[in-house]
């Protein structure tokens, strides 16, 4: 995507805001009894494994979004939610483990806010072929302001440092149409360190209420005064407007950032970190964890690996759950996608030993692709009650599970009766998570984080990438839909897409369509060179999966 933006200004939208003291001492954990105000973050926020990863949505509008609109909307949101705008710095170290605090003072705190032109890429381009690819398996697409993947442990560097960012981009338009409207894309940029999905939805979901507020302000006061008029690319602090009547949110009790998920008198005893890649069956000798984190390492700085989106249709989604016999469309999914990637590996491996010139002895290094038997998918305990973990958690709740098909040969079963088991496994272990062991289990596996060594931080993170056959989030929120950053009262976005970076090969993201109902989109990771199969791939599974179910869905 031809994107380019104005050059920085430098200017500083500085705090003014004794809301935002009251939400900090409100959330118990913060040392507010003096300057610089600090936030500390759980041990699950400052795990390796969370921390390290930098999260990008992005919205786009078939109208033209105001920036100064959307910046006046986001100020006043970031009054509830100061983490965003805020520096993390280091409390502690221990080798790779870390204790970090966001300092909601330092003078370069805030969420930088660039305004960009497209004037070569349209809406109905967006749609059709997906986000300008990415630089590589460390930089998003062109759409996206980058964040340093080590922006935890950057402080307060007014480059690398930043932990939130929104970048506008006006597109050319709706389409290459000479009376196309206009079209707009809202891109977000954040460290998951400070929020996972749910906390940044929950964080969208305020700034519509307040961009709706401040709209409905604006009309009934009729204001004669100009709007403040800012440089294209800035750092927005959090700012408290002054109106007549609060600015209410519909979900005020979820928007305050949570202290640390640490119960009092908690028994750690039993307590272990990372217990769905149970890292203490798994050989973790030095060598071997040389060769996994070079592996790792080699994979994100080498591996060409491309990302888009395939869509199931509401129907085929509903006979697909009743054909695998799932309790829920998101047991049958996670079931799907681990077919589509054995369909894919295998494939993948095909293409990367076939002859090419006098590199053909290469095709001997090419490992064949293994099974594992193993899917990744994080539980959210947001809203549990689950002792220690308040009810309005923000930054991040969700801990993975892993469903294991254990000693199950799947080689010559079908491939409806492997994705029965599979779904099968995703269904038992989420429900083992949700019950009251499983929530204890989950309180002390975040307090084990705190403890844990360089070593296990490593195993971990090699585990979790290289030792299963996918890795898929669910960013199901219908909520997005709605969206409405400006205020304008003219309907949410209309294309929504997501990403997670350093980029992993084999994992997707699954988030709601747009039409409702039970269709579903599914951003997916894969090798570049299998990237052209994987729309067809995903309706052969789902075709295979469901064949007499979808033939009934659809007469």
């Not at 986000?131 to 935890?152: D, F, H, Q, S, Y």
């Not at 469309?329 to 079931?335: E, R, W």
């Not at 290094?365 to 990744?376: K, L, N, S, Y």
């Amino acid at each position: 995507m031809g994107c380019f933006s104005s050059k920085p200004a430098g200017e500083m939208v500085r705090p003014r805001d004794d809301k935002a003291q009251a939400v900090l001492e409100a959330c118990g954990d913060a040392r507010v009894d003096a300057p610089p105000r600090l936030l500390k973050l759980s041990a699950l926020d400052s795990a390796l494994c969370v921390r390290g990863l930098v999260c990008y949505w992005a919205f786009a509008f078939d109208r033209q979004l105001d920036p100064e609109t959307i910046r006046a909307s986001l100020a006043a949101t970031l009054v509830n939610f100061p983490a965003l705008a805020g520096r993390a710095r280091v409390r502690a170290r221990r080798g790779a483990t870390l204790e970090l605090e966001v300092d909601l003072d330092h003078p370069n705190s805030g969420v930088v806010f660039e305004v960009c032109n497209d004037m070569t890429t349209t809406l109905a381009d967006l749609k059709q072929n997906g986000p300008a690819p990415a630089r590589n398996n460390i930089t998003p697409g062109k759409m996206w302001t980058p964040l340093e993947i080590r922006c935890c442990e950057k402080g307060g560097d007014a480059k690398g440092g930043v932990l939130c960012a929104v970048r506008l981009t006006h597109l050319r338009g709706v389409s290459h149409a000479s009376d196309s409207g206009p079209a707009t894309v809202l891109a977000v940029s954040w460290s998951h360190a400070v929020a996972d999905g749910c906390a940044m939805a929950q964080f969208c979901d305020a700034w519509t209420t307040t961009a709706l507020t401040l709209a409905d302000l604006k009309r009934t006061q009729d204001d004669p005064r100009p709007d403040p008029r800012h440089a294209p690319s800035d750092v927005v602090s959090a700012e408290t407007l002054e109106t007549p009547f609060p600015l209410v949110t519909n979900k005020t009790e979820r928007a305050v950032p949570r202290p640390a998920a640490a119960a009092a008198g908690l028994d750690k005893t039993n307590a272990k970190a990372f217990l769905a890649l149970r890292l203490d069956e798994t050989n973790t000798t030095p060598l071997t964890l040389l060769i996994g984190a070079a592996s790792l390492l080699g994979g994100v700085a080498f591996d060409n690996l491309s990302q888009t989106t395939v869509h199931i249709p509401a129907a085929h989604a509903a006979a697909l759950k009743k054909s695998l016999g799932s309790k829920s469309t998101n047991d049958a999914l996670v079931a799907a996608v681990w077919v589509l990637f054995r369909r894919l590996r295998v494939l993948n491996y095909q293409l990367r030993t076939q002859k090419r010139g006098g590199f053909s002895f290469m095709r001997a290094f090419v490992r064949r692709p293994t099974e594992t038997g193993c899917a990744i998918q994080p539980v959210n305990y947001r809203g549990d009650d689950v002792e220690g973990l308040p009810p309005n958690l923000f930054g991040n709740a969700s801990l993975m599970v892993c469903a294991r098909l254990g000693d199950v040969r799947t080689e010559n079963m079908s491939e409806r009766g492997a994705a029965s088991l599979m779904s099968r496994a995703v269904r038992n272990e989420v429900d083992a998570a949700k019950t009251r062991e499983g929530k204890q289990r989950a309180l002390g596996e975040i307090a084990a984080l705190g403890t844990v060594t360089t070593r296990t931080q490593i195993a971990a993170a090699v585990a979790a990438v290289g030792q299963k056959d996918v890795f898929i989030s669910a960013w199901q929120f219908p909520e997005l839909w709605g969206f409405d950053f400006d205020g304008a009262g003219e309907g949410g976005p209309v294309y929504f897409t997501g990403s997670v970076f350093p980029a992993a090969a084999w994992t997707a993201a699954a988030f709601p369509g747009r039409e409702g109902g039970a269709q579903l989109s599914i951003g997916i990771t894969v090798p570049a060179r299998v990237l052209g199969q994987v729309a067809e791939e995903m309706q052969a599974v789902v075709r295979a999966l469901s064949e007499e179910e979808t033939a009934t869905a659809t007469e």
